[in-house]
């Protein structure tokens, strides 16, 4: 067991009430006044009774507020001096925040009436007096000094005030919470008290005997009041719950003439169904949807067509480039055949005229030597001429067929070599279509998230526009119920309406975020697909190309110029 002064307690109260109630729900605390109150006031025991501290010691021997919040409180349970804590703040598994505004898991919020209808036997002197109602418990469910009756004058026997009752209309924490209905006269005097725990409290109209300040019971005092407890329902929910508790109330008009005619014997099966004079079926859009609006839609963003990414500039531009760069290409290749071609044809036409050459000395020599020795004494020397020439022509022929062969093997390489070089550079130009093809794709991905985030955030913004509005109309008509007696009530109110929007907003901003996240999945599954697609068809121009580069390979036959 450990002991706190009641400084240092709420100081961990107001630093960490968490941890102190999981502190609590393993080990014992004791609480005593600290050593400034040298007139034995008390402090609220209350606030440590909702942080689950077991003992909270209190000076007895005033009968102050404090004093008599404590004895009220274990009047419950037969006076036996012991009450449980609640489930909640025992079990390690459970969170407990004695600050909350909202209802703990597994409670059920609470809602409770009192009328003050009269009081009787509050004195016997002719005074005027009045009754005060509040409320102790958890900080947003203790109201003081707020529910008060109008003063009767002269009339301390049978006073009768029949005010409008008093709603503390949301009890967070039942279980915590007591009910202090206390008497005074004309000059704020006490006349009598009573403190009862709520989750004790019976419904219905009550004779409550009052109680002296020090807590003994007085004989006749009493205050005649109605109480009504209810569980709490929210605002905007209130014809949900009478729906479910009295559903036959809010049938529709057709389903009450169905009851109607079945109470006189007819059966539903006897009855037909009839056009309704030919008006279209309206939907009916749920109470709660009706300021929901639809997100953005994947089909409003463009889709992405690969043969639309052909007509793109920077597509044309490169098959622009590429197109040059063939036909330069095409160009020297033309070059080096008319060059290959000039040479071969002047070794050819070298070869002949050197063959002619030798021919024609040949065929001078054997002239010459006719006319000077006559031709009936060169016989022989005319058939060595022949001789002579023949070998020449033979000759000429070998070597001719020698270097057509060479310029064959020689053309053909080249031709070869082109076709390669042009095969090649076709298949670098695909492949700088697809990578050029694939950046724009990218590109275009790019730009269809832009434009889905900007859809994103305006929407997001309208959400939080219409959230804004909504917190503020619904603030405003709090300030305008005139149900809500004073500013303080207001402010509750206005603090439960800010509470349960910013849950509820906070909420529709999960789901918001979370369909937004779908659809980026979605988008990027789409353009993972399209970035599959746009893969096989470039494999599949390249293998086309590489086919087409085999088949040119093998098309290539032997052919000289010569």
């Not at 709603?167 to 004309?186: Q, T």
């Not at 985030?453 to 959400?463: A, G, Q, W």
């Not at 619904?474 to 849950?503: L, W, Y």
Request: proline fraction near 4%; charge should be positive.
């Amino acid at each position: 067991m450990s002991s706190f002064n009641e400084s240092v307690g709420l100081g961990y109260i107001k630093t960490q009430c968490i941890e102190f109630v999981n502190y609590n729900k393993r080990q014992m605390s004791r609480i005593y006044p600290k050593g400034a109150r040298v007139e034995s006031s008390n402090y609220m025991p209350q606030i440590f009774w909702n942080a689950g501290c077991q003992m909270v010691s209190l000076n007895f021997q005033t009968p102050d507020l404090g004093m008599q919040l404590n004895q009220g409180k274990f009047e419950y349970n037969a006076s036996c001096g012991y009450l449980l804590k609640p489930d909640f703040m025992r079990r390690p598994d459970r969170i407990f925040d004695p600050f909350s505004e909202s209802p703990v898991d597994g409670v059920i919020a609470a809602t409770c009436s009192v009328k003050v209808i009269s009081g009787q036997f509050l004195s016997d002197k002719r005074i005027g007096t009045y009754v005060e109602v509040d409320m102790y418990g958890l900080p947003t469910d203790t109201i003081r000094k707020e529910h008060r009756t109008r003063v009767v004058p002269n009339n301390g026997l049978n006073p009768v005030y029949n005010e409008e009752a008093f709603i503390f209309r949301k009890v967070v924490l039942p279980d915590l919470a007591v009910l202090r209905i206390a008497v005074y006269d004309e000059n704020s005097k006490m006349i009598g008290q009573r403190i009862l725990p709520l989750d004790g409290l019976q419904a219905g109209y009550r004779h409550v005997s009052l109680r002296t300040e020090g807590n003994f019971p007085l004989s006749l005092p009493t205050v005649f009041c109605y109480i009504e407890l209810k569980t709490y329902v929210p605002d905007g929910l209130g014809d949900l719950v009478d729906a479910l508790s009295a559903p036959l109330q809010y049938l529709s008009q057709a389903e009450k003439r169905a009851e109607a005619l079945k109470s006189m014997g007819i059966e539903e099966n006897d009855i037909s169904d009839v056009p309704v004079g030919g008006k279209k079926k309206v939907p009916t859009t749920p109470t709660g949807d009706k300021n929901m609006k639809l997100g953005p839609d994947l089909s409003s963003i463009p889709k992405i067509d690969g043969e639309l990414l052909k007509s793109d500039k920077a597509f044309m531009k490169l098959l622009k480039k590429q197109s040059k760069d063939l036909e330069s290409l095409k160009k020297k290749h033309t070059k080096d055949k008319e060059m290959m071609q000039k040479s071969h044809c002047t070794l050819v036409d070298k070869m002949v005229s050197r063959h002619d050459k030798d021919k024609l000395t040949q065929e001078k020599n054997l002239e010459k030597a006719i006319k000077k020795k006559g031709e009936s004494n060169c016989s022989d020397l005319k058939v060595e001429t022949e001789n002579r020439v023949k070998s020449l022509v033979n000759d000429h022929k070998g070597k001719v067929r020698e270097v057509v062969s060479s310029q064959t093997k020689e053309w053909s390489s080249m031709i070869t070599r082109h076709s390669a070089e042009i095969s090649e550079y076709l298949e670098q130009h695909i492949y700088q279509q697809c990578d050029t093809l694939k950046k724009l794709m990218i590109q275009q991905h790019e730009e269809q998230l832009k434009l889905l985030e900007m859809m994103h955030d305006r929407e997001t913004k309208e959400t939080k526009s219409q959230q804004a509005k909504q917190s503020m109309e619904m603030v405003k008509s709090v300030n305008q119920d005139k149900s809500c007696k004073n500013k303080a009530e207001k402010d509750r109110r206005v603090r439960e309406v800010q509470s349960n929007n910013t849950k509820k907003f906070v909420e529709e901003r999960k789901r918001l975020a979370m369909k937004q996240e779908r659809e980026k999945e979605q988008l990027k599954k789409q353009q993972d697909e399209d970035l599959e697609v746009l893969r096989k068809s470039n494999e599949k121009l390249i293998e086309q190309q590489r086919q087409e580069a085999q088949e040119a390979k093998l098309a290539i036959k032997p052919e000289a110029v010569v």
